[in-house]
């Protein structure tokens, strides 16, 4: 009978799939099919140990099922989960779910999905880890405990819809941190006295009668208008000259924060859109030689290579760029972030003959920028380091001096694979003792600015510094805090809301640890001895779980409740009861006060403390009901709204939409230009009755399969025109 390997997504499943033959089925569980039950605590503690409830959801009944029918009738059932923690605690869980004990299942390992990797796993596999396990599942009972018992008591004392966790929050309080100093910082006056020596050679003043100038040196316009006087009226001269070289050594290869630190910053793309594009590129996508990973692992804290790839790596540097950007030893890097798990990869290319110019064939647009960012980084890490020349030039008065500065690249090295970015700054040739005249000088006023807020990047960088979480928690522990309306992008820029403000102000004052960064890294530290069997992962779990409890009950008596109920003076239209002006998760509303056995609600918006403004008017009535339609705000701006909600919900936009000379493929209606969240659309007017929808813009070009207009749209990175009906395409830039 065939083997079976389990493994976690389809994508994956069909690249394995591919470079096995028939004698292997290859599976996908779907991601997590055993987890702790979503409704209820599902924790039991009994004699001091911590019994996890873990259910099967519904979700994963159906694989759950396929799994354990293919397993019965299999010779060899392997485990191919991701090589992490967590991916060891998911090929646990399919063990568990499929009848098997997950410490005799044989559980495969590799770094990347090529056929080589799989052969070779296969060759060499292990059992499950179960101190990888222990670790996992030690922070998922800490998380559940953290997040179970405190989110009610934060929603019972301030809104509903609050939740707090043990990485999520102490991040949420760096962010509000940096927001407090921002608020409580006052700007410091200071001055600098710039120079323009002949010819156009720009100076910054460095030392006046004897003492050393400073940033902040220079605090008041009067003292920097005296040092500008007198020093205009001085001869210059060139009192020495330095020129040094040095190194810009080569940057390592990528682990998790910072390709998506780099990916933000040279890409703009989000910490979650990086791990999307960089999930696919490992899983596996199409190249000149079939579907393959054509990257390692995505989630490493290590910058280990293996050696066969660094030697591949130096081979391709000399063939394509020659000896002078080879240097003589093989580069090796090590890092820096607590924890990290040395035995895994950096992130890199899994073939160097899949270059980014190959790649533009096979690659959508996003993923192939990624890939390139992935590959030319790789690649200059094992490259020559590039050299500049730095120069200084010092001019002196008999009351001042000025500093000159420039630097030219002297040899490229890794920047041939990477760019370099920064334009030469050259200075003109001098002789030491030689008199410079003066073009220019002038006095500027300065202020001190306030720390910059947080960006998804910069707070990716914060949290490795500080050993809070792991390359799996970084993105969704942001994610989950904009989710949650704790904070909002705002021009890339982390801005808390108030909400996040009185959220951390009570941990703060209740349950400091929670959100105390120290104590956060050091509990990571411990489950990482978790991992190296050096701690129990019970007695983890029982030491914390004690007196966090009883944190919480006190809290229950002492934190005073937040919430808002203040009489609006009307009564409700459904019950005759009070309405009462609360306070939500997206901001103030009116209620009815017999929540929750009437459960009538409106929309308002305050201004200043007073009642909200009515609706303004329109003479629109409802298509559906007949009553007049209003005008409502909403977070995509105004759009008309049935006067007879909750009982009539019917919405249209203020504007008329745009009517598309072209009929319905479905129903021969009007086509019309509308818009909704995910952008704009083209929809027929007949909806709901007809629901064609195309999110492209039909032209004047027919099908050649059914006659009916195509529209022009991006496919696969290709410039295609596809017919609205039948989906038929050809290439955009050879049609004529």
């Known amino acids: 009978m065939k083997n079976l390997i389990i493994v976690e997504s389809p994508a994956k499943a069909r690249t394995i799939k591919n470079f096995l033959g028939k004698d292997f089925e290859v599976i996908a569980s779907k991601g997590h099919i055993r987890d702790l039950p979503k409704h209820s605590f599902g924790i039991k503690l009994e004699d001091g ?56 299942l044989p559980r495969i390992v590799f770094h990347e999905i090529t056929k080589n990797a799989i052969q070779h796993a296969l060759e060499h596999p292990r059992t499950i880890n179960m101190d990888q396990v222990n670790a996992q599942q030690a922070r998922r009972l800490l998380d559940r405990i953290v997040g179970y018992k405190l989110s009610p008591l934060l929603a019972s004392k301030i809104q509903k819809g609050l939740s707090a966790g043990r990485v999520q929050s102490a991040a949420l309080k760096i962010v509000v941190d940096r927001e407090r100093e921002i608020k409580a910082f006052k700007p410091v006056e200071y001055w600098s006295i710039d120079a323009v020596f002949r010819p156009e050679i720009e100076a ?32 210059f001269h060139v009192k020495s000259i330095e020129k040094r070289q040095r190194k810009s050594s080569t940057p390592p290869p990528f682990m998790t924060s910072t390709l998506q630190q780099s990916a933000s910053g040279r890409l703009g793309y989000s910490p979650k859109k990086t791990m999307m594009i960089a999930q696919k590129l490992y899983e596996g996508v199409k190249t000149d030689k079939g579907q393959m990973g054509v990257i390692t692992y995505m989630r490493t804290d290590s910058l280990n290579i293996a050696k066969e790839a660094r030697e591949a790596a130096r081979e391709t540097i000399l063939a394509t760029y020659g000896e002078k950007y080879l240097p003589p030893k093989p580069k090796f890097y090590s890092s820096k972030a607590k924890g990290a798990q040395e035995a895994h990869e950096a992130i890199r290319p899994t073939r160097l003959d899949f270059t980014p110019e190959v790649a533009a064939k096979y690659l959508a647009p996003d993923e192939l920028k990624l890939y390139r ?31 000159a500065t420039g630097r030219k690249l002297i040899f490229d090295g890794f920047y041939r694979v990477m760019g370099y970015d920064d334009k030469d700054k050259l200075l003109p040739e001098l002789k030491e003792g030689e008199q410079i005249p003066l073009e220019k000088l002038s006095a500027t006023q300065h202020f001190t600015e306030p720390p910059p807020r947080y960006t998804e990047a910069s707070l990716i960088k914060k949290l490795e510094s500080l050993g809070i979480g792991r390359p799996s928690t970084y993105a969704p522990t942001i994610s989950i805090l904009v989710s949650r309306d704790y904070i909002k992008i705002e021009k890339r820029q982390l801005v808390p809301t108030p909400i996040a403000f009185t959220v951390i102000e009570i941990l703060e004052k209740h349950f400091p640890e929670i959100v105390d960064s120290g104590f956060t890294a050091q509990m990571e530290e411990k489950l990482d001895e978790i991992a190296e069997r050096k701690e129990d992962w019970q007695k983890l779990l029982l ?35 009070e309405l009462l002006l609360r306070s939500g998760r997206y901001g103030d509303f009116i209620a009815c006060g017999n929540f929750p056995k009437c459960r009538y609600t409106e929309a308002i918006e305050k201004e200043g403390e007073g009642e909200a403004p009515k609706p303004q008017t329109t003479d629109e009535t409802c298509e559906k009901c007949g009553a007049p339609m209003v005008v409502k705000s909403g977070r995509r701006g105004s759009f008309l709204a049935c006067s007879a909600y909750p009982k009539c919900k019917n919405t249209r936009s203020l504007e008329k939409p745009r009517e598309i000379e072209v009929p319905c493929p479905e129903c021969g209606g009007k086509l019309m230009e509308r818009n909704s969240r995910r952008g704009k659309f083209f929809g027929c007017a007949n909806y709901p009755e007809c629901t064609f929808i195309s999110k492209f813009e039909p032209t004047e070009r027919k099908c050649p399969e059914c006659g009916y207009p195509m529209a022009r749209r991006t496919y696969r990175g290709k410039d295609v025109y596809e017919c609205i009906k039948c989906k038929y395409r050809e290439d955009a830039t050879a049609a004529k």
């Open 49 to 104: 140990r911590f019994e996890p409830q873990y259910r099967v959801d519904k979700d994963h009944s159906a694989i759950v099922k396929q799994m354990k029918e293919l397993a019965k009738k299999s010779d060899k059932v392997y485990i191919a989960t991701d090589e992490d923690r967590e991916g060891e605690a998911i090929g646990y869980h399919i063990a568990k779910a499929i009848g098997k004990d997950p410490e005799e």
């Open 543 to 577: 030491d914390f779980y004690e007196p966090f409890i009883e944190k919480v009950e006190k809290g229950k008596k002492e934190i005073k409740s937040l919430k808002k109920a203040e009489p609006t003076g009307r009564s409700c239209p459904e019950c005759g009861s």
């Open 204 to 235: 910054g003043l460095v030392e006046y009668r004897g003492k050393k100038i400073e940033k902040m040196s220079i605090g008041s316009e009067t003292e920097a208008r005296e040092i500008e006087a007198t020093l205009k009226e001085e001869r």
């Open 373 to 403: 960012l992935i590959y030319n980084r790789f690649l200059a890490s094992q490259m020559s380091d590039a050299i500049l020349e730095s120069q200084t030039i010092l001019f002196a008065s008999e009351h001042g001096t000025f500093k």
